[in-house]
């Protein structure tokens, strides 16, 4: 983890998480899906002169929240964790704070990019690889999303987030053609 960075988490439970794991990090905490215009405005400012990692909760929350802060077009990177893994141990919460230590360095040191200057993926290259309006498209999309470790998402918006991210479509077709065999 470079100490350059900062992580912005949702609540003061992920913070401590977080620094429990890195204690000089700085963090940005949300506090929670009503996030306001002056932290909004913080985390763009800060992405303009340091790498700002987007790690929020892997829910509906956490997504609204990530689109929110992309939408002022700062330079972020996103760390993704799988829902399952975010779960409380009643499986009734889900949250950064009750993940364990080695999910959470997994997904601090496998950070997604984004680039937001290129649509090279269209949505006929989706259709012919059966990623949409198919049959067995979902459970395609599923594999597809693990593998790049990206939040599972429906056709349409994981159009927006393979251009967004800047994969290519070899990348996909070599993806697709190992859960072939």
């Given amino acids: 983890m470079n100490y350059k960075q900062v992580i912005v988490v949702e609540g003061t ?3 401590q998480k977080i620094k429990s794991i890195y204690p000089n990090i700085d963090c940005i905490v949300t506090n929670g899906s009503e ?8 985390i763009y400012q800060t992405s303009l002169i340091r790498d700002v990692v987007l790690f929020l909760d ?10 929110e802060i992309l939408n002022t077009k700062g330079n972020f990177k ?8 975010a779960l409380n141990k009643t499986n009734t919460k889900v949250g950064i704070e009750h993940c364990n230590k080695e999910d959470i360095v997994l997904a601090l040191n496998n950070l997604i990019s984004l ?8 949505r006929l290259d989706l259709l012919r690889r059966g990623l949409i309006s198919n049959e067995n498209s979902a ?43």
Avoid: Q
């Fill in 115 to 122: 680039d937001y200057t290129r649509d090279s993926i269209t």
């Fill in 35 to 42: 996030i306001s215009r002056e932290t909004l405005n913080l």
């Fill in 139 to 181: 459970s395609k999309r599923s594999v597809l999303c693990e593998k790049l470790n990206i939040p599972y998402v429906n056709g349409k918006a994981l159009l927006r987030n393979l251009n967004m991210l800047g994969i290519k479509l070899e990348r996909i077709d070599e993806i697709i053609d190992e859960f072939k065999s």
């Fill in 13 to 15: 439970h992920d913070e």
């Fill in 58 to 67: 892997p829910d509906f929350p956490g997504k609204k929240i990530t689109n």
């Fill in 78 to 85: 996103i760390a993704y964790i799988n829902k399952m893994k």
